[in-house]
């Protein structure tokens, strides 16, 4: 059974750091790309960052450039995501998706079907 699970989310003070962490079961990740993607509540799911399956090819939304970083180890089997920095407005629930699939694919013109994990909460409060 394919399966991704992150983990690493939770309530953090404005100008904190968290790292997301996604995790896969049931299948290697060293052929799919992976993408975080967040989502508030009645609102698109829209792409946050992505990395391409040897981890060469990165994608940043504007609002988690300078800010966020995303890497993958491959024999962990797991991908990151490290904010730092964090704002109120990065308040959302966090997915993690793998698919084979190019990074503009997935992070851009989301042509694309693949594995999504449950999605973690991240709250940014003081």
């Known amino acids: 059974q394919l399966q991704l699970v992150e983990s690493g989310g939770g309530l953090v003070q404005p100008g904190g750091s968290l790292r997301l962490s996604c995790a896969a079961s049931?299948?290697?990740?060293?052929?799919?790309?992976v993408g975080w993607f967040r989502q508030a509540p009645g609102k698109e799911r829209e792409g946050v960052s992505c990395?391409?399956?040897?981890?060469?090819?990165?994608y940043y939304a504007d609002s988690a450039k300078g800010r966020f970083t995303i890497s993958r180890d491959n024999a962990k089997n797991t991908v990151y995501l490290q904010m730092n920095s964090l704002k109120p407005e990065d308040t959302f629930v966090y997915y993690c998706?793998?698919?084979?699939?190019?990074?503009?694919?997935?992070?851009?013109?989301?042509?694309?079907?693949?594995?999504w994990g449950q999605g973690i909460q991240v709250t940014v409060s003081s």
């Open positions: 998706a793998a698919a084979k699939a190019t990074v503009q694919a997935m992070c851009v013109s989301k042509a694309w079907s693949g594995s």
């Open positions: 049931g299948f290697t990740l060293d052929y799919y790309a």
């Open positions: 990395i391409s399956s040897r981890g060469g090819i990165t």
